[in-house]
């Protein structure tokens, strides 16, 4: 009876914590650093532990993962500056932490997955309309703001890339749910996902208007076949919004007007103080040079900061501090921290993914991945927190959810504790 009241209780404390991460993305950092450390201690903290290890290492995703950690963690050999190292290591434990908490032979139901995806859909959607409220409080300055590389403020500290990524999440969970359920409920994530379409208009940040244009052609051909007409009405649909955008959200056509003025001086190869792509420019050139000059080792995590600022000041004329960036491009991350061979490690890990055919919706889980690869070309989301948790914690969750292979896990209801016989 005891083991049964644990196994019932870790379940649902289980479940939600889980609501309790997805919610608190939209709210606080420390919000989720704290409901993650619950999350992990629940899912590891047991007499099973043995046994979920053993499903980690056995696990090629759940394994590869970990070496985003152990990269940057192993590169503190050779790097100087330990206290920047430090750093860097303790904001990708999540990359081990997390894979090792799924790894456990927990397994919710059908109706609690689909629970927390409406739950964070509302989320979504709220953080949305919260952002809109501000912007309408001062839409003209905030309009003309983006001929000058700013946004729509978003929840909670203005991350509009990660908020946008988020975003784009929302609409393909709720266009998966969609074909899944009938009705007014139907109707509802169908709504929903052309308003969170809608949004990322308004907002204009590209990573997530790249993921939406990506994803949403790769849908069309996806149903082409069996449904073309619902694939002419996804093509159309865009189509509308995107002319919509144009005329009715200034911050979409001004956000296209300053990107193309910003890519004028990128082809110049002219170097503009303040310029979005400028600086992003520059800091692909500044990559590049750290892995010429250290291509078998990097320079390790903790000085990649250090050696790219030198660079900086040594090439780049009128450069302001606040302007300097690590390199935009994840490749070139891990080539700085491990050299060449962390550019092939990190490249294997990434695709990994794309390898598992056992997988329920492997469609939806395929364009997450694609999207977010495309995405790790232009932005550094890997070396931060939110990046960090929302590429492994989807990722992980669409795994746990969807896979073929965690049908056969021993689910943890009537007195079965992970890896010990039932009690009677």
């Not at 330990?82 to 456990?104: C, H, M, N, Q, Y």
């Not at 996902?193 to 208007?209: D, E, K, Q, V």
């Not at 931060?384 to 073929?404: A, D, R, S, V």
Request: aromatic content about 14%.
């Amino acid at each position: 009876m005891r083991i049964l009241v644990q196994n019932e209780w870790r379940i649902k404390a289980i479940f939600i914590t889980i609501v309790c991460m997805t919610g608190s993305l939209f709210i606080s950092r420390i919000l989720l650093s704290v409901s993650l450390m619950f999350f992990i201690a629940i899912a590891v903290i047991h007499t099973g532990f043995p046994g979920q290890v053993r499903k980690f290492l056995q696990t090629p995703l759940l394994a590869g993962l970990s070496l985003l950690f152990f990269i940057p963690f192993v590169s503190g050999l050779w790097c100087t500056d330990t206290s920047e190292w430090l750093d860097v290591v303790i904001r990708k434990l999540p990359f081990l932490l997390l894979p090792l908490a799924f790894a456990g032979d927990w397994q919710l139901k059908e109706k609690d997955w689909r629970l927390i995806s409406y739950c964070f859909i509302v989320f979504t959607l709220l953080a949305c309309c919260q952002s809109l409220v501000m912007y309408l409080r001062e839409a003209g300055s905030i309009n003309e703001s983006y001929l000058r590389a700013k946004t729509i403020p978003v929840p909670p500290d203005g991350d509009h890339v990660r908020f946008s990524w988020l975003v784009w999440i929302a609409i393909m969970i709720s266009v998966l749910l969609s074909e899944t359920v009938a009705g007014p409920k139907r109707w509802w994530l169908i709504a929903a996902a052309i308003f969170l379409a809608a949004y990322l208009h308004i907002l204009s940040a590209r990573t997530g208007l790249a993921m939406l244009y990506l994803s949403a052609a790769c849908y069309a051909l996806f149903k082409a076949k069996r449904r073309p007409r619902q694939s002419v009405i996804v093509i159309l649909s865009l189509i509308v919004i995107l002319v919509t955008g144009w005329f009715c959200f200034p911050t979409f056509s001004n956000r296209i007007r300053y990107t193309l003025y910003d890519l004028s001086f990128v082809k110049k190869n002219e170097y503009r103080s303040g310029t979005s792509d400028g600086n992003r420019v520059a800091s692909f050139r500044a990559g590049q040079a750290l892995i010429e000059q250290h291509p078998l080792l990097g320079v390790g995590a903790g000085d990649v900061w250090n050696e790219v600022s030198d660079w900086y000041d040594k090439n780049v004329i009128g450069l302001k501090e606040s302007d300097k960036l690590y390199p935009s491009n994840e490749w070139l991350m891990y080539g700085c921290m491990a050299g060449l061979p962390g550019v092939l490690l990190f490249t294997g890990i990434i695709f990994l993914p794309l390898y598992i055919k056992k997988i329920k919706h492997r469609f939806f889980r395929t364009v997450f991945h694609v999207t977010a690869i495309a995405g790790f070309l232009v932005e550094t989301s890997l070396e931060m927190q939110y990046g960090i948790f929302i590429y492994t914690f989807f990722g992980l969750w669409w795994w746990k959810w969807h896979c073929f292979e965690n049908d056969k896990m021993p689910v943890i209801q009537p007195g079965i504790e992970a890896g010990m016989p039932e009690r009677r």
